[in-house]
Every structure is written in C-alpha cells, then in structure tokens.
Nanobody, 116 residues
Framework: QVQLVESGGGLVQPGGSLRLACTASGSSFTDAVVGWYRQFPGQLRDLVAIISPNGTPTIADSVQGRATISRDNAANTVYLLMNNLTPGDTAVYYC??????????WGQGTQVTVSS
C-alpha cells in the first residue's frame, strides 16, 4: 500500500519561504512522477509543480519563478521550495505520486497559511 507523508506546512509571513517534503513508501518511487498540488477553499486542486523520474520539472504559471521542485530518489522524497509567499498562496498542499498508466496516490494534505 502506497503512503505519502507530507511535512513542512504551517504559518508563514508574507514574503517568506516554505519547504514542503513528501516521503513515499510502498511504491516504486524512482519510476513515478511526483509533485504537489494545492486546493483553495471551494475549488478543485490545482497543479503547483511536478517532477518526472528523470528530474524534469513542470512548474505552474501561477508560481513560476517562485517555486522549485526537487527529488531525492534514495530517500523516496520530493521537495517543494517556494519563495516570496503571498496570502494568495494560502491553501492546502497535497503531495501526489503517479505511476503510469493508472496509479495515482495522494497525501493527506498540509495547510499552508500566509499571514502576518
């Protein structure tokens, strides 16, 4: 059974940074596309960033230039670093793991609140 455990959320001041981590177990992490989505109240989950098995990132336009995604295959962990946060980044952030063609897994979500 695949489990994704997220960490690093919480309260951040405007202009600050956050680093989220997601560690996977029970899956072939090295073959998976892994990444982060976020969900604003009353809305669907939106892509933040994903990274392919070979390390190629895809970053959403909404966070382009402020977000960096990386992976450590030895640790089965994917990281998201975001800078210059604004209240508009306040959301629940979800880790995602996808192994083609059909297997999609989600973490439990971690709240990120950007407020002074």
């Amino acid at each position: 059974q695949v489990q994704l455990v997220e960490s690093g959320g919480g309260l951040v001041q405007p202009g600050g940074s956050l680093r989220l981590a997601c560690t996977a177990s029970g899956s072939s992490f090295t073959d998976a596309v892994v990444g982060w989505y976020r969900q604003f109240p009353g809305q669907l989950r939106d892509l933040v960033a994903i990274i392919s098995p070979n390390g190629t990132p895809t970053i959403a336009d909404s966070v382009q230039g402020r977000a960096t995604i990386s992976r450590d295959n030895a640790a089965n962990t994917v990281y998201l670093l975001m800078n210059n946060l604004t209240p508009g980044d306040t959301a629940v952030y979800y880790c995602n793991l996808y192994t083609p063609p059909y297997n999609v897994y989600w973490g439990q979500g971690t709240q990120v609140t950007v407020s002074s």
